[in-house]
């Protein structure tokens, strides 16, 4: 999962899925070698949903490792290739499933389960990983620092929007650069970034509501991350195992250095 920092919230919501939003959430137990981890998959994000469902019947989570591990961030697996006896083949790109953004009804507070991903350069429709997720532990947040992650998103949008008008002038700011016309390459360079931000002041990101202030306030979580990352589940019993997995000591790439496992992940209810 890279990329953390981006532009909020494109939606891209399955209509499609195979339970009503009103029905049972499915819970997965995971048996881990920490202790077991029980959560439930949200049922508004269907895509997400049936693909986790899937992967578990398939015995995909068996055997995978916690493999990326950030203390007061998150801890991440799913990672197929983290089983016993796997070989990792770089030259394979990993398959994906379309983003559901559920925002902000779901919101990367602590406890949640999220699907990783690569990052915005190579996966600008921000598609899930079809097998890696992270659970959230995140910190406490304050209000100035909720207000600077808000700054931080309008900045990102201006920048994402701008971006894309001047590769539009690419061609145009090429000749100028060759004529060596610097005023001509600066205002119009000037007049896109205008542009820009003229769009973005007349359609802002959403500001965190009330209740993402307060959760993020009371409970922590990880609002940097918002409307760039599926959020489709959340724990509901063994976050204490969470956080002893959280704990664990890791490399300069943030893997344990000893191993910590899924054993085995099942269905409770289906």
Same mark, same amino acid.
């Given at each position: 999962?890279?990329?953390?920092?981006? =532009?909020?919230?494109?939606?891209?919501?399955?209509?499609?899925?195979?339970?009503?939003?009103? @029905? $049972?959430?499915?819970?997965?137990? !995971? @048996?881990?070698?920490?202790?077991?981890?029980? %959560?439930? !998959?949200?049922?508004?994000?269907?895509? *997400?949903?049936?693909?986790?469902?899937?992967?578990?019947?398939?015995?995909?989570? +068996?055997?995978?490792?916690?493999?990326?591990?950030?203390?007061?961030?998150?801890?991440?697996?799913?990672?197929?290739?983290?089983?016993?006896?796997?070989?990792?083949?770089?030259?394979?790109?990993?398959?994906?499933?379309?983003? @559901?953004?559920?925002?902000?009804?779901?919101?990367?507070?602590? &406890?949640?389960?999220? =699907?990783?991903?690569?990052?915005? +350069?190579?996966?600008?429709?921000?598609?899930?990983?079809?097998?890696?997720?992270?659970?959230?532990?995140?910190? *406490?947040?304050?209000?100035?620092? #909720?207000?600077?992650?808000?700054?931080?998103?309008?900045?990102?949008?201006?920048?994402?929007?701008?971006?894309? $008008?001047?590769?539009?002038?690419?061609?145009?700011?090429?000749?100028?650069?060759?004529?060596?016309?610097? +005023?001509?390459?600066?205002?119009? #360079?000037?007049? %896109?970034?205008? @542009?820009?931000?003229?769009?973005? =002041?007349?359609?802002?990101?959403?500001?965190?509501?009330?209740?993402?202030?307060?959760?993020?306030?009371?409970?922590? &979580?990880?609002?940097? !991350?918002? &409307?760039?990352?599926?959020?489709?589940?959340?724990?509901?019993? &063994?976050?204490?195992?969470?956080?002893?997995?959280? $704990?664990?000591?890791?490399?300069?790439?943030? $893997?344990?250095?000893?191993?910590?496992?899924?054993?085995?992940?099942?269905?409770?209810?289906?």
């Amino acid at each position: 999962m890279t990329g953390i920092l981006a =532009a909020c919230c494109m939606v891209a919501i399955s209509c499609s899925g195979q339970k009503a939003n009103n @029905e $049972k959430e499915t819970e997965v137990l !995971l @048996e881990t070698s920490s202790g077991n981890i029980r %959560l439930k !998959l949200y049922n508004d994000t269907p895509g *997400h949903r049936d693909n986790f469902i899937k992967n578990v019947k398939e015995r995909m989570y +068996d055997g995978v490792t916690f493999h990326r591990v950030i203390r007061n961030f998150m801890i991440q697996t799913g990672d197929p290739d983290t089983r016993p006896g796997e070989t990792k083949d770089t030259t394979v790109v990993a398959p994906t499933i379309p983003a @559901e953004f559920v925002y902000p009804k779901h919101f990367h507070k602590r &406890g949640v389960v999220a =699907a990783a991903r690569e990052g915005d +350069d190579e996966n600008p429709q921000k598609a899930s990983d079809m097998y890696q997720f992270y659970i959230v532990t995140g910190k *406490h947040q304050t209000d100035d620092n #909720l207000n600077g992650f808000e700054s931080v998103k309008y900045d990102n949008k201006v920048n994402e929007i701008y971006k894309k $008008k001047a590769e539009k002038y690419t061609a145009r700011l090429e000749s100028m650069r060759l004529k060596r016309d610097r +005023d001509g390459v600066s205002d119009l #360079l000037d007049s %896109l970034l205008t @542009e820009a931000k003229t769009e973005v =002041a007349d359609n802002p990101p959403a500001p965190f509501t009330q209740e993402q202030r307060k959760a993020y306030k009371i409970y922590g &979580g990880a609002p940097w !991350l918002d &409307g760039d990352y599926t959020v489709f589940g959340e724990i509901v019993e &063994g976050m204490k195992v969470v956080q002893e997995i959280e $704990k664990a000591k890791t490399d300069g790439e943030d $893997k344990p250095f000893k191993d910590i496992r899924i054993i085995r992940a099942t269905i409770i209810n289906d």
